[in-house]
């Protein structure tokens, strides 16, 4: 069993749909939870970063935590075709150094 | 500052040749990660610097795969005897890493070998 799991999709919705994208880990040793956009053939970009539990907004974008399920989620409200692109959660923590372990990443289409 | 900035972009090679990559950090950002990240998956952790010390390795960093850093500045990675297996994206981050927490990443736009 991977430490991150996250559904690969793809996720297709249309222009102005709110998405919601999840990810679940085993590793309750998890503090740090990030998630990045990563655009084809490009490197990743950070979106939101979060520490412990709680909910974190940004614009269009929310990430909420929940330590206790073990579960993190990234909202997009008014979704744009320029959303299109794959999404990384990714997570480190009190894990003996500091490695991030990333999820295979969802890929996310907005139809205009 | 321009961001993390990687060479070469593309990398075509045989197998069984060797090859260099070269990750340029963030001026003043003292930590610096290898990941490699292959179709359809997420990056993967290779190593990860604190100034010139490497403090990790993944076990996937085969006796093939050796990183280097420098005087803490910019970093080389280098695979010998090349496989096609090796064909993946190889990306660098950085981060101010100043504390003994976990910091924000920064990504490079990555190297792309493909081996033949």
């Known amino acids: 069993q991977k430490e991150v799991e996250q559904d690969p999709g793809p996720l297709s919705v249309p222009e102005g749909a709110i998405v919601s994208l999840n990810c679940t880990y085993s590793?309750?040793?998890?503090?740090?939870f990030m998630w990045y956009r990563q655009y084809s053939r490009k490197g990743p970009e950070l979106l939101m970063y979060t520490y412990s539990s709680g909910n974190k907004e940004d614009g269009r974008f929310t990430a909420q935590v929940d330590k206790s399920s073990k579960y993190i989620s990234l909202f997009i409200r008014d979704s744009q075709p320029s959303d299109s692109a794959t999404y990384l959660c990714?997570?480190?923590?009190?894990?003996?150094?500091?490695?991030?372990?990333f999820g295979a990443g969802t890929r996310l289409f907005v139809k205009a | 500052d321009t961001g993390v900035s990687q060479n070469p972009r593309h990398k075509i090679t045989k197998r069984g040749q060797n090859v260099t990559f070269r990750c340029d950090p963030i001026?003043?950002?003292?930590?610096l990660y290898w990941y490699r990240q292959t179709l359809g998956q997420g990056p993967e952790f290779l190593t990860y610097?604190?100034?010139?010390?490497?403090?990790?390795k993944s076990r996937l960093l085969s006796d093939r795969f050796s990183a280097e850093r420098p005087k803490g500045s910019f970093s080389t990675l280098e695979i010998q005897r090349t496989e096609q297996g090796d064909s993946a994206m190889y990306l660098c981050?950085?981060?101010?890493?100043?504390?003994?927490?976990?910091?924000?990443?920064?990504f490079g736009p990555g190297t792309r070998l493909t081996v033949l």
């Open positions: 590793n309750s040793a998890f503090q740090y």
């Open positions: 610097f604190q100034n010139e010390a490497q403090l990790e």
């Open positions: 990714a997570m480190s923590g009190n894990t003996g150094g500091f490695k991030t372990i």
């Open positions: 981050a950085s981060s101010l890493g100043t504390g003994f927490d976990t910091d924000t990443q920064y």
């Open positions: 001026s003043e950002h003292n930590r």
